[in-house]
């Protein structure tokens, strides 16, 4: 079975400071990985994603994520945080063409 | 940029009324499916649909809910006698190697 773990219910980082936001999967095989971002009461909004190639992928708003095989870890930075960062964060996971299996979510607020 | 389309955007229903909730994916997709997030939880999978029929589906999936592609364009989840617990946000995704494409969601307020 598949599952992926985001073990930070709730981040409060600074303006303008970095941020990681940590994500564990449990998959059988390479799975394809993903990390959305969710403001209340919309959408879900794909940041970025890793299919194979490169472990470091680079998504848009200025976020990164590392594959890590190893530590079956795809943890999410950026460098510099926004106050219109302050989201919940949605790590997910797929393998191909089957249903995508998402983590519980991280809130990230942001504090001037 | 291609998307998949959901509408109403928000539907309010008396408790034991029947609900469509209706998606267009992007058009050479092949793969569809839904999901259901309850305020302040996970995205949970419902089902997924191939070749016109379940390939897949979740223990909340029960016969209270159906899908169809009732043409070659929409894909529709059908609640037949609604639930105060039905309510939530529903989003529907069409996929095309491997990367599924999520609709902004319907929300279904159940009173």
């Known amino acids: 079975a598949q599952s992926v773990t985001q073990p930070d219910i709730h981040i409060t980082v600074s303006e303008g400071a970095s941020l990681e936001l940590r994500c564990n999967y449990s998959y059988g095989a390479t799975p394809y990985l993903f990390w959305y971002v969710q403001s209340p009461g919309q959408g879900l909004q794909l940041l970025l994603k890793y299919f194979s190639g490169d472990t470091l992928v680079q998504g848009i708003k200025g976020f990164e994520a590392e594959f890590k095989r190893s530590q079956s870890s795809f943890n999410l930075r950026k460098p510099s945080v926004h106050w219109s960062d302050a989201a919940e964060y949605f790590c997910?996971?797929?393998?191909?063409?089957?249903?995508?299996?998402f983590g519980t979510g991280t809130k990230l607020q942001v504090i001037p | 940029e291609p998307e998949v389309t959901q509408t109403p955007s928000h539907q309010v229903t008396q408790m034991g009324q029947e609900v469509i909730l209706r998606c267009v994916p992007i058009s050479n997709h092949l793969y569809f499916y839904w999901y259901r997030q309850i305020l302040g939880q996970k995205v949970e999978f419902l089902v997924s649909?191939?070749?016109?029929?379940?390939?897949?589906k979740s223990e909340i999936f029960d016969d209270q809910f159906s899908v169809e592609r009732p043409d070659g364009s929409n894909f529709t989840l059908k609640i037949r006698s609604t639930k105060l617990e039905d309510s939530a946000m529903y989003f529907c995704a069409s996929s095309e190697r491997g990367e599924a494409f999520f609709g902004q969601g319907t929300r279904l307020t159940v009173v």
């Open positions: 649909f191939y070749n016109n029929e379940i390939s897949e």
């Open positions: 997910a996971l797929s393998g191909g063409y089957q249903k995508v299996t």
